[in-house]
């Protein structure tokens, strides 16, 4: 399997401007978490997802930010309007199942640069 | 609620000595624990993981840990380090059941081995 895979990488925008983050979960998965990576709040949790259904967004910073998830390989996280403090490394991650006892399996992440 | 804390935010050591990362955690119900490792420029891989049984998880790459509910701890060692095991280590808890896979992460705790 190719892992989870995240696009973009990289991502310079201007403050205002809006900013779509894609994911590809892994195959099978019926989980997928979307967290966020700064110095300053290390790893949150932002939203996740179980059979595409939205379980949990009490971590998405504010009305600026939206997930969605369509199907089963895909999902979204958008922010509009961008602002610099938003600028951080988001992670997209799956799992089988989440009893607790599931590893979760990280993509690579996108760099976001709000400038 | 659930919370977990890294003890040292860096870690220097050398080539081929011992290295014991700390990790303490709080939680009010019976919890799975786990350990992932962070590459520079990717994302979390999980190194091992606590669900029950055996208090000594051995992992990935020689890493180990061991559970220690009176303590609340699982912290991680690795007998001889290398090179290549400098990263960023993060300990997580799970509470499982309701929780539905929410994993709560620890700042995390830069692991650099010098030659």
């Known amino acids: 399997d190719a892992g989870v895979i995240q696009s973009p990488r990289h991502e310079v925008t201007e403050m205002g401007q809006e900013v779509t983050l894609r994911c590809k979960p892994i195959?099978?998965?019926?989980?997928l978490f979307w967290y966020r990576q700064t110095m300053m709040r290390g790893l949150e949790l932002l939203i996740y997802?179980?059979?595409?259904?939205?379980?949990?967004d009490s971590g998405m910073p504010e009305d600026r930010f939206s997930a969605k998830m369509p199907n089963a390989s895909f999902s979204t996280l958008k922010i509009q309007p961008s602002e610099p403090r938003d600028s951080a490394v988001y992670f997209c991650?799956?799992?089988?199942?989440?009893?607790?006892?599931?590893?979760?399996?990280f993509g690579p992440g996108t760099r976001l640069l709000v400038l | 609620a659930q919370s977990v804390t890294q003890l040292d935010s860096q870690v220097p050591v050398f080539e081929e000595a011992p290295v014991e990362l700390r990790c303490n955690y709080s939680?009010?119900?019976?919890?799975?624990l786990f350990w992932y490792v962070q590459y520079p420029n990717q994302g979390l891989q999980l190194l091992l993981k606590?669900?029950?049984?055996?208090?000594l998880v051995k992992g990935i790459n020689g890493f180990e840990a061991e559970f220690n509910k009176s303590q609340t701890s699982f912290h991680l060692r690795k007998p001889s380090v290398h090179i290549s095991d400098t990263a960023e280590y993060f300990c997580?808890?799970?509470?499982?059941?309701?929780?539905?896979?929410?994993?709560?992460f620890g700042q995390g705790t830069i692991l650099t081995v010098h030659p």
């Open positions: 991650a799956s799992s089988s199942g989440a009893g607790g006892q599931e590893t979760q399996y």
């Open positions: 195959s099978g998965h019926d989980y």
């Open positions: 997802f179980n059979n595409n259904v939205p379980i949990d």
């Open positions: 939680s009010s119900v019976s919890v799975y």
């Open positions: 606590y669900l029950s049984g055996s208090t």
């Open positions: 997580a808890v799970n509470a499982g059941g309701t929780s539905y896979g929410k994993l709560t």
